[in-house]
């Protein structure tokens, strides 16, 4: 084979080797589409809000409000969302009826998405309750309740409403918040 023969070969070769750069697309030049943006994950330090009926843990690096005295709103400004929640003291005579009116608020906040629910008692004997709905603007939700003197009730509303159907690219915003309220609800008492 002559030095004349293998130049048309390499080059050959070498069209080929580029052609597999365009990742399969028959114009590499256009530019993916803009992804929705990774916020730095917040610190996991949990704290207790006083004044409160009972002791309720929140994540140390939100901002809280109350705007009535039976309740308290959650900030996570770096997420783009706010955890309602409301303590709602009750006695034998009206504890079901008000269980039953949050156990409603969660099922309406669905909607017609999937939910994952999940039902745990604490060390403290609180019966636990959590929402997960991915795809609806309030994807976590909780129910927790002493049985006898207090319902605690709360759920996280995302305020962009492109996030709610953004799934996948808020689902680290979700998970964190979840284990925020998954500490919360342990340390419940």
Request: net charge negative; proline share 7%.
């Amino acid at each position: 084979m002559t030095a004349r023969s293998v130049l048309p070969a390499c080059l050959l070769a070498a069209a080929y080797v580029l052609s597999g750069c365009s990742g399969g697309r028959a114009d590499s030049s256009v530019p993916r589409r803009t992804a929705y943006p990774r916020p730095v994950a917040m610190d996991t330090a949990m704290t207790v809000p006083d004044s409160l009926p009972v002791s309720f843990a929140v994540n140390s690096a939100t901002r809280i409000s109350r705007p009535r005295p039976d309740w308290l709103d959650v900030a996570y400004p770096a997420y783009g969302a706010v955890m309602h929640v409301s303590f709602t003291p009750v006695d034998a005579s009206d504890i079901d009826e008000v269980r039953a009116n949050r156990v409603e608020r969660l099922t309406l906040n669905s909607g017609a998405h999937v939910a994952v629910t999940r039902e745990d008692i604490n060390a403290a004997g609180f019966d636990i309750l959590t929402v997960r709905t991915d795809g609806s603007a309030t994807p976590l939700q909780f129910l927790a309740t002493d049985g006898r003197s207090i319902v605690v009730s709360g759920a996280v509303y995302m305020s962009d409403p492109v996030a709610a159907s953004a799934v996948d690219s808020i689902r680290p915003i979700v998970d964190a918040i979840e284990a925020d309220i998954n500490r919360a609800m342990t340390k419940l008492k």
